[in-house]
């Protein structure tokens, strides 16, 4: 199947500081999405963005499928950040399948 | 885009008791897909859940352990069966949104002691 891999897989950052989070998979893809999962566990929709760049507030994705990677800034970072981050990619396995990346946990700290 | 209700959200569990998770999608969807999350790990995918038909078992989850039930095109459970401490995970279900996505439910806090 598909390889995933997400880095790096922690961070720490002051907050107001920027920091850049990458996702590169193994094989071609359908579709890319970027998740933020909250303390709490709860997955939060960030990015569908099987291609191009996409723009909202302080968070920007960038996915380049022909090289296989994407890329999600994040600038000005506040303390609400903080959670895991998980890229996950569709690809057809068959039938339409979503594997998750291996994550990028950070910590926003005043 | 759809709108995910889970429960319950949080549960303890003795081991060999079973647990079943719902899930109720405002918007009719075809395919209904379960993810657990052990912890300090990412999603895996159990199955996807159709209506009308046998839930497909992704490699390493089995229905005997993970039945799945999917009565119509809003709903579906699944039970976590005979619970040993091993079982303790986030579980959640997911649909997909043409437009954007893949959207996720709350999630079930499950903890088995």
């Known amino acids: 199947g598909i390889q995933v891999e997400q880095s790096p897989p922690d961070l720490i950052l002051q907050e107001g500081a920027n920091s850049t989070l990458r996702c590169n998979f193994s094989?071609?893809?359908?579709?890319l999405q970027w998740f933020h999962q909250n303390p709490w566990g709860q997955l939060i929709n960030l990015f569908y963005?099987?291609?191009g760049t996409k723009q909202n507030g302080r968070l920007s994705a960038t996915t380049v499928a022909t090289e296989r990677y994407s890329l999600l800034y994040i600038s000005s970072s506040q303390t609400t950040d903080s959670g895991v981050y998980f890229c996950?990619?569709?690809?057809?396995?068959?039938?339409?399948?979503?594997?998750f990346g291996t994550g990028t946990k950070l910590q926003v700290i005043p | 885009s759809a709108v995910i209700s889970q429960k319950p959200s949080r549960d303890i569990c003795q081991r060999g008791t079973s647990l079943t998770i719902q899930c109720q999608v405002d918007?009719?969807?075809?395919?209904m897909f379960w993810y657990r999350q052990q912890p300090g790990q990412s999603l895996t995918l159990i199955a996807t859940?159709?209506?009308?038909?046998?839930?497909?078992?992704e490699s390493g989850f089995v229905i005997d352990k993970f039945p799945i039930s999917r009565p119509n095109l809003t709903f579906s459970t699944l039970t976590v069966s005979n619970m040993s401490p091993e079982d303790s995970s986030i579980y959640l279900c997911?649909?997909?949104?043409?437009?954007?996505?893949?959207?996720f439910g709350s999630g079930t806090r499950l903890t088995v002691v």
């Open positions: 997911s649909v997909e949104d043409r437009t954007r996505g893949y959207t």
């Open positions: 094989d071609s893809v359908n579709n």
């Open positions: 963005i099987p291609s």
């Open positions: 996950a990619v569709v690809y057809s396995g068959g039938y339409q399948k979503v594997t």
């Open positions: 918007s009719q969807v075809t395919m």
């Open positions: 859940a159709n209506q009308g038909s046998e839930a497909t078992y």
